[in-house]
């Protein structure tokens, strides 16, 4: 196999093409930048964290790499291949070797099938000629990984919590032993208590399986512990990547330090002291995005400079990269949670 990352995610662009409700049936569609610019690397093994309030394309980017939407500009390359030029034969590899867990675990199961079909689908689908004695001992040790009853396997999804039924989502995704898995805000749907539980589990799955992840969540005290790499995305952008401990303790983007800044301690003492920078107004419209810097009219050190040139990438430590020229360490060291 060649050096190349597992996955290498190139100046990659989603664009839509949108109609907006009461338009003329010949007003021609609006473009909707939901991904813009995108680049990164995933390595084996490795967890890349992405976060941004929603609406910012996270789930957009996840379906460009899962390859159930066309990049309409740049690349994603899986493992040195250009997804959209695989030939038959590596898009079947690739279609195995990545699989979703999505956010809303029940929606995201058949409620006609057991438990034992739901997480043998793709296997079956995959590879049809697995004996049935295979299949079987399969699913039995994904329940078990998981933390499911094997006792469980005739019954039906709504008969499970929520966490139980993410449990499921994450033996049906790992049963063909993929290369990389994609969570799409797995436990945002879930009750607090059973979050933490669930987000070990993966954790706990990542290393045993030494799979690639990225682990996606619109709050960043929930990737920041399982994740090597975090990327913070605003509005189709990029606006930062690091690994994940000088992102939080010395984030550069205004936007980083923003959501940082929005994330409470759990201290009452430390929580008092703190300066908070909290993140006033909404996400502005993708359908018309603010010239420049897309996060000019949120920022709290924007000048008129912003409005004129998207900021290119700036450099920080290794590996640490941020799209603001204006913001410095000073003004990261003020935000800084202790
Ligand atoms: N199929 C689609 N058609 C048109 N617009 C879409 C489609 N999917 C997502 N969008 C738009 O793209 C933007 C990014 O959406 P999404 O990727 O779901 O963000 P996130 O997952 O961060 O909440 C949003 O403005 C959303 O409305
Ligand atoms: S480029 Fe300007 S608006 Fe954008 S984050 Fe930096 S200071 Fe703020
Ligand atoms: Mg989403």
């Known amino acids: 196999m060649s050096d190349a990352p597992l996955l290498s995610v190139e100046h990659l662009d989603v664009t839509f093409h949108v109609r907006p409700r009461n338009a003329w049936p010949w007003t021609p569609p609006l473009k909707l930048s939901a991904v813009s610019d995108m680049s990164f690397t995933l390595g084996m093994g490795e ?15 996840a379906r460009a790499i899962v390859g159930t939407i066309p990049a309409t500009g740049g690349k994603v390359m899986w493992q040195g291949q250009d997804l959209l030029a695989l030939a038959p034969a590596a898009r079947r590899r690739h279609r195995r070797d990545v699989q979703m867990i999505f956010q809303d675990p029940l929606a995201a ?39 499911l009853l094997p006792n469980l396997v005739n019954r039906y999804p709504h008969e499970f919590s929520g966490g139980q039924c993410q449990r499921i989502g994450i033996a049906r995704a790992l049963i063909l032993k993929p290369k990389l898995v994609i969570c799409d805000e797995p436990v945002s749907a879930l009750d607090v208590s059973v979050q933490a539980q669930v987000v070990n589990l993966l954790k706990d799955i ?3 399986m030494g799979l690639s992840m990225i682990f ?7 990737v920041k512990h399982i994740s090597d790499r975090i ?18 303790r010395t984030p550069r983007h205004p936007y980083t330090q923003a959501l940082i800044a929005s994330v409470p301690i759990p201290d009452p003492k430390i929580e008092a002291q703190r300066q908070r920078q909290v993140i006033e107004g909404d996400l502005p419209s993708p359908l018309a995005p603010p010239s ?3 996060f000019r009219t949120r920022c709290p050190i924007a000048r008129p400079e912003c409005a004129a040139e998207r900021p290119g990438p700036q450099a920080a430590d290794a590996g640490h990269v941020y799209y603001c020229p204006y913001a410095s360490a000073a003004d990261a060291k003020a935000q800084l949670t202790p």
């Not at 967890?47 to 980017?61: A, D, I, P, Q």
């Not at 996606?216 to 929930?222: E, F, G, K, R």
Request: a neutral charge; one cysteine or more; proline letters at 7%.
């Open 47 to 61: 967890t890349l964290g992405v976060v941004g309030e929603s609406g910012s394309g996270k789930s957009t980017l």
């Open 109 to 147: 199961l058949n409620p006609r099938m057991t438990v034992g079909q739901i997480i043998a689908e793709p296997l079956i689908t995959h590879a049809p000629d697995t004996p049935k004695a295979e299949v079987k001992a399969r699913v039995g040790e994904m329940m078990e990984r998981v933390g």
């Open 206 to 208: 990542q290393k045993d």
């Open 216 to 222: 996606i969540a619109h709050d960043l005290s929930v």
């Open 231 to 248: 990327a913070v995305m605003y509005l189709g952008r990029l606006m930062e990547l690091a690994p994940s401990r000088p992102l939080i």
């Open 292 to 294: 420049g810097c897309v």
